[in-house]
């Protein structure tokens, strides 16, 4: 299994657009067969070393994941959070 992990810095971090970004990354759930699982959530705790969102996605293999990246319906996806994010940090493991 590989976990797919993101923090994304939005450039305007309002809590109508933070909850955009996340149900954008929701919207994914159940339309990429290979994703066996996705999660994402606004921070809570508001810490000047805070993100603001979190994407949480498991895969089966890192092919899966590779697949993923260029899969059309993340696509979409990964445009829109060029647009709104000022910075991410990253990290993906085999489990």
């Given at each position: ?72 319906v ?11 994010v ?10």
């Amino acid at each position: 299994m590989v976990k797919h992990i993101v923090m994304y810095k939005l450039k305007e971090p309002t809590e109508q657009n933070k909850q955009a970004l996340k149900n954008k990354f929701l919207s994914m759930k159940g339309k990429i067969d290979l994703l066996v699982d996705i999660q994402s959530g606004v921070d809570v705790i508001k810490s000047q070393r805070s993100f603001d969102v979190v994407l949480e996605c498991v895969f089966n293999s890192m092919e899966d994941l590779d697949k993923y990246r260029v899969h059309p319906v993340h696509i979409p996806v990964m445009e829109y959070v060029q647009g709104v994010v000022e910075k991410s940090h990253s990290v993906d493991y085999e489990y």
